[in-house]
């Protein structure tokens, strides 16, 4: 009997390995001032909230790259969603390479990729990204970039928290890391959904936020400690939803201590 080839793109089997994300729990915040929630995204896993939608990234890269077929990887940055990338792909027995040119994520996540098994590559500037991803993989490669997910793991956001509150949410705030759910998640509440501006972990209220978290038992890192900072000053007459990114003990080492 002949064979045939098939034009759908390669789909990432699902092993054991990897569970499904999600669920994770939402605590009271004790130390704010108002009706804070905290949705421990440090608990996903992969111990990011990134893991929320890596999935769908990687199948929406695959289809756009139909029908050449690929078992690499590429992502740019060394950041927290190149994290999840690696974990999930090297798991489904994709090869995942990580361009970068910032020096200061590659020390913190570069040791982090290599150990779950992706290919990191240091580039000098942003501008020749292009030129070595084409020159190192010729076009074999499907990029996965975060920007592209479609709305079903935010709206799966918004599901798992009507569920877990008593009161529909008056306002999420979100990390940086998790803007691609903001979309997804306002068709799923009637609420405002914020994503805070990009994060200087050396300001001083976000050290003062972190040690209220300690106090709780609960880690962050600058930005979890930025999320709460602007869910704590939301005064909505309501239940607010900050949600922290990840569990903060990648940021061990790395956020010294306010002077």
Known sequence: MSSSTSSEPTTPARRG?????GNTPIVRDRDGHG??????????????????????????????????????????????FAL????????????????????????????????????VKHVALDTTLDAAIGADLAGSAVEVDPSRVTDTPGRALGAELLRQLSASPRA????PEAA????????????????????DG?????????ASLGRQGILVGPSGAAVVARARNTVVGGPVVAVLPDGGHRHLGWWPDPP
Not at 97 to 118: C, I, M, N, Q, S
Not at 172 to 175: A, G, N, T
Not at 202 to 210: G, T
Request: net charge neutral; proline share 8%.
């Open 17 to 21: 390995a990897w569970p499904y994300p």
């Open 35 to 80: 009706d804070v929630w905290l949705k421990l995204e440090g608990l996903e896993p992969g111990g990011q909230v990134t893991d929320r939608f890596v999935e769908d990234a990687i199948q929406a890269a695959l289809h756009r790259h139909a029908p050449t077929r690929s078992d690499t990887l590429v992502v740019r940055g060394a950041t927290p």
């Open 84 to 119: 999840s990338v690696a974990q999930w792909g090297v798991t489904a027995g994709f090869t995942v390479w990580v361009y970068h040119h910032d020096v200061a994520h590659a020390r913190r996540l570069r040791p982090l990729l290599t150990e779950l098994g992706a290919r």
């Open 172 to 175: 999420v705030i979100l990390s």
């Open 180 to 199: 691609p759910l903001a979309a997804g998640l306002r068709t799923r509440i009637d609420a405002p959904v914020v994503v805070v501006d990009s994060v």
């Open 202 to 210: 050396h300001e001083p209220d976000l050290h003062r936020v972190r």
